[in-house]
């Protein structure tokens, strides 16, 4: 095989300018006043309703589309964010399909729920383009202060919270902007022009909230020091760590964390500098598998091919992202385990995978029977992981498989400390439950604080 293998074909500038913006472009075009009234019309508002017990951060979703309905785009941002501040984002990114939508009583009358997403979008971007003052004021001051350990969904949302009641906050932030995976992971056609950075000043223009940027637990402040200097701490520095193929030849070149890619195309100020291969290979089945494979297709590669260990409907990502991936030239291929890494020159050129035979309890099985697929990147979806060796020496927190055990408050096994988002147990790696995770911890701290 490798005598026949050639040069791998990567490159940037594969496309025009042109194409590079119509590719990037938003992925749902907001809707207009008249199609948001239009839309809203729609809704039963139903007593109970499933959708708002669907929503992990409980907003009360007939009530913002009947104020939508009724003229009140204003009033019906802030019912989003008396629940969820980072609803403009939220409403871009989760998974509707999955949780209100899929909820939504229209699905039995005419198989199509209400447009939840969208219109939550609508009302919370009428807001932040009015530049309307902040819905919610500062209570008097109470003196204590709380840090606050990575600035990602869980820690603005744990931070806006507290300093809405008066506490003094300060975010410690290991990278240079604020926003987590909602600036640094997720699809650039997701969250255009820089919409990750605007809600960040909108959160922050609360006021109480200190920014401390390229401040990373472990190496530039500690756990211990945190707890001496503070009145009470928050970690939601999410997952630091990837999992690893543990295959032959993953160390070769052009096997590429899809994770640290993506961070660097939503910061890329040109994306025609971006390199990518004419042939590609994605290895998992979640939704940063999904975000990869479509945006290095429409960076210009030729082939793109997702190749999951087990069949499509066992995939984490829902059955719309993988329509958005099929619908833009995505090949996914299922039951497909890789099994080797085939290099050449030290650059990897194509990738041997395994069928695999899952049994009735759902374990799988290796055929034995291969399939090899010519590949100039392949890219590494496979899962994240918590780094525990931030959190330094002193009185250990307790971990709870592999991330930090919390309570139901999110009080962690350290007097004083909270945790929410990714890097505790149990989490749905969902960014909408980051932010309930962080109102929460907020809550819990809040009580702690003033009793």
Not at 234 to 261: C, Q, S
Not at 361 to 382: H, M, N, Y
Request: hydrophobic share 40%; aromatic share 4%.
């Amino acid at each position: 095989m490798a005598d026949a293998l050639v040069t791998p074909d990567i490159r940037a500038g594969r496309l025009t300018a042109d194409d590079y913006l119509e590719n990037f472009e938003d992925l749902h075009p907001p809707l207009g006043v008249h199609e948001a009234r239009v839309e809203a019309d729609r809704c039963y508002f139903c007593y109970d309703a499933p959708c708002t017990i669907a929503c992990p951060t409980s907003i009360d979703i007939p009530k913002f589309i009947r104020q939508i309905a009724t003229g009140n785009p204003l009033g019906s941002a802030k019912t989003i964010f008396e629940q969820n501040i980072l609803g403009g984002m939220c409403a871009r990114v989760c998974p509707t399909e999955t949780l209100c939508e899929e909820a939504c009583v229209r699905n039995l009358a005419e198989d199509r729920p209400v447009s939840i997403g969208l219109l939550q979008r609508h009302a919370t971007d009428t807001f932040l383009a009015r530049g309307a003052a902040h819905p919610y004021e500062r209570a008097a001051p109470t003196g204590k202060r709380v840090a606050v350990v990575g600035g990602g969904p869980a820690g603005l949302s744990c931070a806006h919270a507290l300093a809405r009641q008066g506490h003094d906050v300060t975010i410690f932030e290991a990278r240079p902007k604020l926003g987590g995976l909602n600036e640094y992971g997720i699809a650039a056609y997701k969250t255009t022009q820089d919409f990750a950075q605007a809600e960040v000043d909108f959160v922050l223009s609360i006021g109480g909230i200190t920014v401390e940027c390229n401040k990373a637990l472990g190496r530039d402040v500690t756990l211990e020091g945190l707890r001496r200097d503070f009145d009470a701490v928050f970690l939601g520095m999410g997952l630091g760590g990837v999992n690893a193929l543990k295959t032959e030849g993953e160390d070769l070149a052009g096997v590429i964390d899809a994770v640290a890619y993506i961070a660097e195309l939503r910061q890329a100020q040109d994306l025609s500098a971006l390199p990518v291969g004419r042939k590609v290979v994605v290895i998992g089945g979640g939704m940063t598998a999904i975000d990869i494979a479509v945006q290095i297709k429409r960076l210009g590669a030729e082939e793109v091919t997702i190749a999951y260990r087990r069949d499509r409907e066992a995939m984490k990502a829902s059955a719309y992202e993988q329509e958005i991936a099929l619908t833009n030239g995505v090949v996914i291929r299922e039951c497909l385990a890789p099994r080797r890494l085939i290099g050449e020159g030290g650059h990897v050129r194509a990738i041997e995978l395994e069928r695999m035979l899952p049994d009735s309890a759902g374990r799988l099985t290796g055929t034995g029977e291969t399939v090899t697929l010519e590949a100039d990147q392949v890219f590494k979806a496979i899962g994240q992981t918590f780094v525990p060796d931030a959190l330094g020496g002193g009185e250990a927190l307790e971990l709870d498989g592999g991330r930090i055990g919390v309570d139901a408050d999110r009080r962690t096994s350290l007097a004083g400390v909270w945790a929410g988002g990714d890097c505790v147990a149990g989490g749905e790696d969902l960014t909408v439950a980051s932010v309930e995770d962080g109102k929460i911890a907020a809550a819990s701290i809040h009580a702690a604080l003033t009793a």
